[in-house]
């Protein structure tokens, strides 16, 4: 596709339940990352994947948190046991390369509302 | 990570220019000065970025002050379209991820 696509855009959920988010990243690109926005916050880094393996998780909160890209494409943040604070828009960005200096692409993200 | 400072909002008129400032004076010898810009319920747009030299390019010209403590992210003709967060942010050459501060809210009034 012509850009990064999240799926869903909207979710709700109730406390404690498992999700999942899907990313779709545009084709090629090898880095992917993860991010969330809190309401009047800028986007917090959660993990960054280059190819398969996750080269920085070091934003991810805690252990309720995990992240896959088997196949070095689509890449899938799961939450377990949704807690009311997890709710926030979940961005995923993509770039040709790491580095940060090829600037990142963003998918308009999936809000999850945890109730 | 190197921590920037910015305005949290300026307001502009359609048509005028905007200089958007960002103070960096912790910045290392390697970070890259990187600007987004996020539309309501959009994700981050990528804008511009540089490491020494002024950089212009179709969307906006970055101003790096010759200390590199500073920078000036600047919209030669505001739009109603440009209204947005803006966000400056350093990057390292040695790690891959940025870090957004709360950014720059801009209005544009017509």
């Known amino acids: 596709g012509a850009g990064v696509s999240q799926t869903p855009s909207n979710k709700v959920t109730e406390k404690g339940k498992y999700v999942e988010l899907r990313c779709d990243p545009i084709?090629?690109?090898?880095?992917l990352y993860w991010y969330r926005q809190s309401l009047g916050q800028g986007p917090e880094f959660l993990i960054y994947f280059q190819g398969t393996g996750a080269a920085d998780d070091s934003g991810l909160p805690n252990d309720r948190f995990f992240a896959v890209r088997p196949e070095g494409s689509v890449s899938t943040l799961k939450i377990q046991r949704t807690e009311r604070g997890d709710s926030a828009v979940y961005l995923c960005?993509?770039?040709?390369?790491?580095?940060?200096?090829?600037?990142?692409?963003f998918g308009s993200g999936t809000r999850l509302t945890v109730v | 990570d190197a921590k920037t400072t910015q305005p949290n909002s300026m307001e502009s008129n359609e048509e005028e220019p905007v200089h958007l400032p960002c103070n960096h004076s912790?910045?290392?010898?390697?970070?890259?000065i990187h600007w987004y810009r996020q539309l309501p319920s959009q994700g981050p747009e990528y804008v511009i970025h540089?490491?020494?030299s002024n950089v212009n390019n179709r969307m906006a010209s970055l101003a790096i002050a010759e200390d590199r403590k500073s920078s000036t992210l600047i919209l030669h003709r505001a739009t109603l379209r440009d209204a947005a967060v803006y966000y400056c942010?350093?990057?390292?050459?040695?790690?891959?991820?940025?870090?957004f501060g709360t950014g720059t809210r801009l209005q544009v009034f017509p």
């Open positions: 942010i350093l990057s390292s050459l040695n790690t891959d991820k940025l870090i």
């Open positions: 912790t910045i290392s010898g390697t970070d890259y």
């Open positions: 084709s090629g690109h090898t880095a």
């Open positions: 960005a993509s770039s040709p390369a790491g580095g940060g200096w090829d600037g990142y692409t």
């Open positions: 540089g490491l020494t």
